[in-house]
């Protein structure tokens, strides 16, 4: 009985748990199939999300190369602008005050020169005036230096490796108004602080063969040796002497020119050179109307500046050529350039002329009246002038004959330069002017100069904030002196020569703001009359006094040049460069 | 317990496929980035020279950027096979020498190409 129990306890036992069983496999496949349910719209869920957020990935990737590409072209857009603002005030004297002008005797000695009798002091009411007249001595003047904008970019052709490049620059005058200057002393059709007056143009450029330019800019004989004037813009630019053929504010070899072509070529183990073309396209044989398409006679000043009326007769040239050769290693700079310009036309140097020599060419002296006159005057023109302005022909006298004085002139410099890892850089260069005049001009050629030299030190003070520098510039001997307009002394005839020395200090705020101080002093001898300020400077301190006459004509209408004046200056200015 | 078997291989299965989809949408947002079957792309072999010349820019560059002085905005360096490039334009002697002084002293012995065009001051023609 008992063991039936336990059996039928067990068989009972087992029923219930095969019960259990039963139902709990039934109840877990139900879950089961709710869990999987649930895991497939879990899983939608997850997709869908997933593709939500890969879609926002993608969205976000593309705005922020939407924004990249937009900011990388902005920014190359903006880099492409650069300048200087650059303003001074100055405090300059002509060092001319207490000179005085004489009466001369002919000159007795060779070809009539010195020595001259000296006469009285001149005491005329009317110019030349025995002192320089107007305000010769301390002016004190607010001037825009070498202020610029310009914004250059680079365009790639196709694929290729060749890129269209290009520049267009603005000189700024930011102490006055643009426009023209045309006065008694200076006399230019170019617009001070347009667009385009600054080295412009279009180009060609590759890696391997380098690039072409063809515009308006300046000549590799100007910027091959920039680097080593520390004094660019300031009253001791080295222009005033270097490249400055017979002196005053206007700079013959380092100008810009107009419609030139100039090649760059990369640079092969150290070496480099430049070459430049500049079209003539001058109508005239003498180059004395302005060339086609250019708003100033070649070589600057509008046609007149040299008392011809309408001609360009004041350095007018033709066609202009010239290079460099480059050599740089380490902190050592080599360099050697040339420039010619032909044919250039100065034949109002004759005008008014005090020269004894001129005094003394046949037709001269007596306005072509008598016969034969000297085939280096241009008697048929004067004559045309007197016979339309009868009174004023007896005050002039008549120019060279162009054919005579449209000759090339031509320039060369050596120079060199070296950085030492201590902060002192040393520079220095020779220069040669040259003008093939035929020897009997030669008594008026102050284009022809030797013995020319620049030399620079500049020093780094530690840190790097501050920086001093000298230098000093020589002007070698020329064979005479047109002394137009120069109220020379003619025992001084034969020396030409002149020194400009100057000293300037900087302080740098940051990379692109500088305060800087500059002095300088140009000592001429003898009849020279070189400035200070040529090149860069925006107003420049020369030897011209105040005296003019209220026409332009054959006359000395110019104000009148105190050869071996000793002008000097100061200046203190803020540099600002982007 | 075959019957039973098999109804748990679901839950496992479903088990790994919560636990792989708790790792996170990037496992099964990157598993289609790297299909099999898609070609391999081209090899890109970095020489120790090339990784050389960038570190040497960047240096440059760096050098340029923290001289408190010098305005080095428009110019570029370009470093190939060990020799130093400076492109661009200076807008002042002083800068330039400045330029390429600091290039050179951080290029060591490499050479260092000036390409960099000396923007002068205007000089009006008077």
Redesign the interface.
Known sequence: MCGTRVLRSLVALLAAVLVICSYS?SS??QT?QD??AR?RI??QR??D??KQ??QMQDEQTKTEKTVSTIDKAWNTFI?GF???L?VSIDATTKGMENMIAYHYGPCTGPNFTAPCPQGAPKTSATPPFQYPYGNVGWMAMMSS????V?Y?GSHQIGKSSVDFIYQVSA?LDMAAAPGL?DTWT?S?N?V?GAIG???TYIGLRSKTWGQFRFGEM?TPY??ST?????F??MLGNY?TIIGNSGGD???EF???QDHVITYLS??FSGFSFDASYGFAQNPDPYNTTLPLGSS?CA???NPGSGNLFLNCDDGAWSYTYGGDLKF?T??LYLVAAYELHGKVNRSSDGIGSNSAQYAALPGASNGCTSTPNSQYLDCATFLAYAAEFPTLAPLSSPPFNPYWDSVNEWAEKFGGQY?F?FGL?VSYMYEGLHRSITPALEFQNERDRGNSHWAAL?Y?FPG??D?VAVGWAHAGNSPGDPAGQHNYNPNLLGDYSADMYTFAY?H?F???LTMYFNWAETINYGNAHYDIGA??HGI?TDCHDATHTPFVDYTSAGPTTWGGCHPQGFSIGLNF?? | MA??HD?NG??LV?AL??AA?AVG?SA??QAPATPSHQPSPPEVVVSASRLADEALTAKVVQVLKD?????A??ISVVTENGVVRLEG?A????????T??LA??VAGKRRV???I??????????
């Open positions: 496999a877990v496949a089961t869990q999987e895991m879990l899983q997850i997709d999300l997933s957020l890969k880099k650069f300048g200087t650059d230096n070498g202020s610029n310009g250059r000189s200057q200076k230019s170019t001070q007056l600054g080295d300046f100007k910027t920039d680097r080593l004037n520390p660019a813009g222009s504010n206007r700079i380092g100008t810009r990369p640079s100033d070589g600057a000043n740089e380490g902190g950085h890892d850089t500049e780094d790097g904030a920086r900087w740098k940051d990379k692109q090149g860069g420049k460069k982007f | 019957a039973t109804r679901p839950l479903a496929g919560v989809l949408p099964s947002a001289d408190p002085y010098v305005f905005g428009h334009i807008t002042d002697a002083h800068d330039l020498h400045r390429l002084f050179r002293r190409i000036n390409a065009e000396l923007i002068a001051v205007d000089s009006p023609m008077d």
